[in-house]
């Protein structure tokens, strides 16, 4: 892998972890404004250092040591740049399954978007399948069914994944949607001390976390390559939650980019998992692309009101 390789990965890394965390910037900034001033500094120092190397650097190790047992801790940070062949033949045989997991789990999480959550419109068809949201669940269902199904043919384990990424993102929702009451209680002058909010702000930030490193291993399967893309993404998203996060929700199709993003790197993971290859420039390109135009879009939308 050549400078340009690695640079272009860091860089779509730091851009999906910075856009895949907006609304979790959007919760901590309107938390954070119900804090004393002592609570907010230590969170934005020892609450994103926790963050942004304890999270972000943990859980891809643990995944990668997860999917293949048979590397050390060691290897498994180290097994990208491994010239071993027992150490590569490893890691071959163990990332369709992550692939196939990170996948379903990313593509899921397209779906309940497109379906169920509230969003500004950014392309035609997204206010139909809004109005349909009560086929999330049989749309999902039927393509957890076909994915599956093709999975057994190659591999029983590879079906398994499937339905591990599945499961993921039903618990993690499930997280999700009790945050989204807490933060509710709170902005309504729930009386939680300032520490049981730091508390609750680090669970929050650990369970969004989840979707960038997932969507991670779309870019690369490298835990240090990982670790720098995504913790430079975690520092961005502290700068936006600290000074500019009314700045960020004047884009208002910011959050489409990224849904889209999602969903072309969980389809970019699961063909990969099915054994037709993809190049590793794909997934940061599409990224830039994909986030590109809806910026773009967010744009002419401020225009008017900018003139």
Same mark, same amino acid.
């Given at each position: ?26 919760i ?19 609450? $994103?250092?926790?963050? /942004? #190397?304890? *999270?972000?650097?943990?859980?891809? %190790? +643990? ?7 048979? @590397? ?16 590569l ?7 369709p399954?992550l692939? $196939?997991?990170?996948? /379903? #789990?990313? *593509?899921?999480?397209?779906?309940? %978007? +497109? ?7 950014? @392309? ?22 076909l ?38 209680d ?15 702000l ?18 690369t ?52 998992a ?34």
């Amino acid at each position: 892998m050549n400078l340009f390789s690695l640079l272009l990965i860091i860089l779509g890394l730091c851009l999906f972890e910075t856009i895949s965390s907006i609304d979790n910037a959007i919760i901590n900034a309107e938390v954070l404004s119900t804090m004393g001033k002592k609570s907010r500094r230590w969170f934005l120092v020892w609450g $994103m250092f926790f963050a /942004v #190397f304890v *999270v972000r650097g943990l859980l891809p %190790w +643990l995944i990668v040591w997860l999917a293949t047992p048979n @590397l050390g801790p060691w290897q498994a940070v180290t097994a990208a740049f491994s010239s071993d062949p027992r150490v590569l033949a490893a890691v071959h045989a163990s990332a369709p399954l992550l692939l $196939m997991a990170g996948g /379903v #789990f990313l *593509v899921f999480l397209f779906f309940h %978007w +497109l379906f169920l959550e509230p969003k500004n419109y950014g @392309l035609k068809g997204e206010k139909f399948f809004h109005s349909q949201g009560v086929w999330f669940y049989a749309v999902v269902s039927v393509l957890l069914s076909l994915i599956v199904w093709q999975a057994l043919k190659i591999n029983p384990y590879l079906g398994f994944a499937a339905v591990i990424g599945s499961t993921a993102f039903f618990i993690t929702h499930g997280f999700k949607e009790n945050a989204a009451k807490k933060e509710e209680d709170l902005l309504k002058g729930g009386n939680l001390s300032d520490i049981s909010k730091i508390l609750y702000l680090e669970v929050i930030d650990m369970t969004f976390s989840i979707d960038g490193v997932l969507g991670a291993f779309a870019f690369t399967l490298s835990v240090p390559l990982i670790l720098i893309g995504n913790s430079l993404g975690a520092l961005v998203v502290r700068e936006f939650t600290v000074h500019n996060i009314e700045r960020i929700k004047k884009y208002i199709f910011i959050k489409n980019g990224a849904m889209y993003s999602i969903l072309f790197l969980g389809v970019i993971m699961l063909t990969d998992a099915f054994g037709h290859e993809i190049p590793s420039w794909v997934s940061p390109l599409t990224t830039f692309a994909v986030v590109g135009f809806f910026y773009w879009k967010s744009l002419r939308h401020n225009q008017p009101d900018a003139a």
